[in-house]
């Protein structure tokens, strides 16, 4: 018997504060090699301009496996679909048996959102009033809903390509999160959202920098999500400069792939000794997080199969105990 479970069955028994703590887990299991999970097989499919991601895990101290099905279809848009139509399957690791089929854009986001999240958790200052989000795509709600989870602040400014989708997004988020009662203001550009944040999340696929760092002020700490490709870029390189510290979800991940690091690399602007390593350290306790209220901290992640994993994982065991979802023999 197999579960099957829509976004609205993961609302009800899973919540961001929750999210933030299965990432957690899932950083400290990959710390520990204890997550196998091999680069993920990315099969093209140039006939429709997509591609085909596969992306597994396994975690023996869990006894469960994951396979994350991920596919890019730009041109979906054009017709009512999902860009990146994506299902999670949930493996019992004991009996090989596919026990769920899980909504796999929303665990996506969520699970990315608790990314930043975990990061804010682990390295932000304790008292931080103002958030900063740049970009309103598919990711950007839960980016939004995950710096408010992790640190109580008066306000949250919102940036994008377009001021008036800007403007729809400020809203309706201002209805959905509306319990944790911030203010979400739209603003025209990236300089105004990150005018004195103490938190900052950039959240685009953007091929140019999306903020200027050298306005990013003392104290605060910088999440950037999007780029995952050689040529992607968000990140102001300055923004490493200025770091006293600078994690990663996985280093290995992100030097194989994302250009807000590979770029900098590469023209000099940093070298691997600026780097401090996986937040998954952090979260052992074996590498020190901030240590002072004026350190800038950057957290940079391209995403990992193992936050599917366990995110899936506390999902599925919650969603059984009361009894969400739709059973399919
Ligand atoms: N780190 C991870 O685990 C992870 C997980 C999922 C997605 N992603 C990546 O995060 C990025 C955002 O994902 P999404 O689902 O929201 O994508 P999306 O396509 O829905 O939205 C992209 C957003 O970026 C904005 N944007 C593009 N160029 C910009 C610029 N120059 N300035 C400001 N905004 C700009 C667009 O306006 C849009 O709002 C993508 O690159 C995606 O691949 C990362």
């Given at each position: 018997m197999m579960l099957l479970l829509s976004k609205e069955d993961i609302r009800k028994v899973f919540t961001m504060k929750d999210a933030i703590e299965a990432d957690k887990r899932a950083f400290r299991l990959l710390a520990e090699g204890k997550c196998n999970a091999p680069l993920r097989t990315n099969i093209q499919a140039p006939k429709h301009d997509g591609c085909f991601l596969f992306m597994p895990a396994y975690a023996e101290e869990m006894d469960t496996a994951s396979l994350k099905v991920v596919n890019v279809f730009p041109h979906n848009v054009d017709n009512g679909l999902p860009a990146l139509p994506a299902q999670v399957m949930l493996i019992n690791?004991?009996?090989?048996?596919?026990?769920a089929l899980m909504d796999g854009i929303y665990i996506t986001q969520i699970r990315t959102g608790a990314a930043s999240g975990a990061a804010f958790d682990l390295l932000a200052k304790k008292k931080c009033k103002i958030g900063a989000l740049i970009g309103t795509g598919g990711q950007a709600a839960a980016q939004l809903e995950a710096m408010m989870a992790a640190r109580s602040l008066d306000e949250v400014r919102v940036s994008g390509l377009h001021y008036e989708r800007t403007q729809a997004f400020a809203e309706r988020m201002q209805e959905e999160l509306k319990d944790y009662g911030v203010r979400i203001v739209p603003v025209a550009t990236s300089d105004e959202a990150i005018e004195d944040a103490d938190l900052i999340i950039t959240s685009t696929s953007s091929v140019t920098p999306v903020f200027d760092g050298t306005k990013v002020k003392k104290g605060a700490t910088v999440s950037c999500i999007?780029?995952?490709?050689?040529?992607?870029?968000?990140?102001?390189?300055v923004i490493l400069t200025r770091a006293s510290k600078i994690y990663f979800d996985s280093e290995d991940a992100v030097l194989s792939e994302a250009g807000d690091i590979l770029i900098p690399l590469e023209d000099g602007?940093?070298?691997?000794?600026?780097f401090t390593g996986d937040i998954g350290n952090v979260v052992k306790g074996e590498l020190a997080g901030?240590?002072?209220?004026d350190e800038i901290i950057v957290f940079k992640s391209v995403g990992v199969a193992a936050q599917d994993l366990v995110t899936a994982k506390v999902i599925y065991d919650r969603a059984v105990a009361a009894g969400a979802g739709m059973e399919w023999n």
């Open positions: 690791g004991k009996t090989g048996v596919v026990e999007g780029s995952y490709q050689h040529h992607m870029q968000e990140m102001d390189p602007t940093v070298t691997r000794e600026d901030r240590e002072n209220d």
